[in-house]
């Protein structure tokens, strides 16, 4: 069975909304968007280890209409131009009728099942980038086997969060802990459950 990992950055306070860019997401009145930016450089080997070990990405229509109108035309010397736009992409979207970029695939019916049915297939890793309302859909339904996350030095107040007041309690085993320098903790946790089954 493949492992779904979600991937995140987030702040102490645990904000992940519109790490990347002012514009990206300002839903909510939101003003601290691009707050990941200082730091990327430091981040910049953990995510292009994340991207290598990755089969395919599995992303929210928002995640992918941000990816969709930067990556196909960024510019080859960017370290993950080639990665992004080569790597197989599964969408989940109750409102777009097509994927246009290059190796998208739009899921089609329930998306819990259909990442379900994904898991299924032979092939590496699904790693989920952003993707925030879909990611609860996939707590929910029990899918995520495991959770890293890149916890800033930095605390917003505001913003949305990965684990929301209507996350389910769910016990966490920490299977490894990286610092860099400019004080960012990658910190990879499997859910309890999923490591016993997994034994």
Known sequence: MRKLVVSEFLTI???MQAPGAPDEDTEGGFE???????YFDDVDPTVADGLSAADALVLGRKTYEIFASYWPTASEDEPFTERMNSIDKYVASRTLDAVDWQNSTLLK???ADAVAELKQEP???LVVIGSGELVQTLMVNDLVDEY????HPLVL?????????ESE???MTLVEIETTDSGV???TYETAEKRERNR
């Open 13 to 15: 306070d645990g904000v």
């Open 32 to 38: 601290h968007g691009g707050w990941q930016v200082p």
């Open 109 to 111: 019916g329930d998306v």
């Open 123 to 125: 092939g590496g890793d």
């Open 148 to 151: 890293q996350l890149m916890v």
């Open 157 to 165: 107040g505001t913003g949305k969060r990965l684990f929301t007041d």
């Open 169 to 171: 309690p769910t016990g």
């Open 185 to 187: 903790v990658g910190l």
